[in-house]
């Protein structure tokens, strides 16, 4: 600007241009994010799009009945009642349809013979009472509707109790003001009977949904989460050394990214309502495809996954002991990991079985499979039970030595399998008497060294992030001569090794509850004969 000597001239930029394309080109992105997002939404479950494809032309088809001159001539304007209906009643299963099929029919029944009664006792009474019976009839009728719904023996049919209630209400009044509540009645009727028929048909015909077809993969992919699970998480609690665990407070508000599997199986803990739900639409289906006998017994379903739901539930514990702040030491834990491993891998395959004889609904013999599961199950227990000393702190293990290894030295035979142990115990107990003192009596063990027990901790914490850290923190900053906080740091090491006892007796317990799943196989594969699987 042009001014006296000395002003300063001020340069205003047209920012308007700048700000509105980048306005543009952040909307630009969100829009294809959204489309993005919208994409894979409609990628994960085809049937979505086919489902809204399905209530568009229901609606469509019975819309067509006002839009045509000659059909709205014969139903008149009554018809409208067709479009609420296929609206209301067009579920996303065939299933849940046929379900609200038969409670819109039954209500909507019973609520028109109920109308025409009232209107022709109010009409008799004459013009002055009619509008108070009437009006008492409403309140009734809404009272008891409303009370009823909440009866659990008649819960399932909660949407047949609201359609009794309004389609009542709306038949009584239309017909008291019309003067005329059969005709009134009949007319309405007739336009839900049509909007019922338009999506029954549309939904059986045209790319079916089924629900009990939703329910049995359901099931099935239940099965290779939790099989999938179990070894995801005991190959994490074996390969990990501890050199990268996190601290408890971010554990816990961890989604686990890099543990697909477990969010696979925290998901079927919360499936009980999906299946439930499911197997009750599924009743009402009429035989289709593989299902092809009345009287499916869809409620096994729900039975079988509840014991599947109880067996996932050893799988969540396991896990809370992977992510738990206090570990076994990374040394301890490969010493029984052949052990674990037979047992981890025998109980998922049979799992994994038990949701394919389900999917191809055959009946396999699963007594094989389980006395495998059973046989290394109880080497894993003796071989805890056999090193129980392992577990408990009085056992002073060298820094420099790692535990032997069980699965160089156990045989697949219970027979030699005593003997081996015996012998590895002789073998410890002679190398400990070795390193015994003179004045010390023989077969007790020697007293806690500080100065060899500070550097062994020293060397493991942080590697093995004992539990509590802030005890190993205060430890090494008294340099290790407190004779009394010793014991305090043997009973916090026993503690950790404890950790591994937790961790296989949820995995014996889970082998446990195999039989129970078993059991609830077997009689599911009966009652729906399954085919015999043949060699």
Known sequence: MNGKNGSIEINIPQVSKVIFHDAEKSSGLSCRGWIMEVWKFCKEDTNRIIFALKVGLAVLLVSLLILIRAPYH???SNIIWSILTVAIMFEYTVGSTFNRGFNRALGSLLAGVLAIVVAQIALNTGPVAEPIIIGISIFLVGAITSFMKFWPPLAPYEYGFRVILFTYCL???SGYRMGNP???SMDRLYSIAIGGIVAVSVNVLIFPIWAGEQLHQELVTNFKSVADALEECVKKYLEDDGSNHPEF????MDDFPDEPAYKKCRSTLSSSAKLESLANSAKWEPPHGRFS???YPWSEYVKVSAVLRYCAYEVMALHGVLHSEIQAPYNLRITFQQEIQDATTEAAELVRCLGNDIRDMQKGLKAPILKKVHATTERLQRAIDMHSYLLISTYDQPPDRQLPKLSHTLSANLSDF????????VTLRDEQNLNIPPSQPLGSFPPAQTESYHESMRKHSRRLHSWPSREVDAFEEEGGNSADFVPKMQALESTAHLSLATF???????????DHLVEAVDDLSKMAKFKIQTA
Do not use: K
């Open 182 to 184: 059969i005709r009134t």
């Open 293 to 295: 006998h009345f009287f």
């Open 171 to 173: 038949i009584i009044v």
């Open 418 to 425: 005593s003997n081996q142990m015996a012998e590895i115990d």
């Open 249 to 252: 407070s971010s554990t816990v």
């Open 74 to 76: 014969v139903f008149g």
């Open 504 to 514: 296989t007796s949820l995995l014996v317990e889970f082998v446990a509850r195999l």
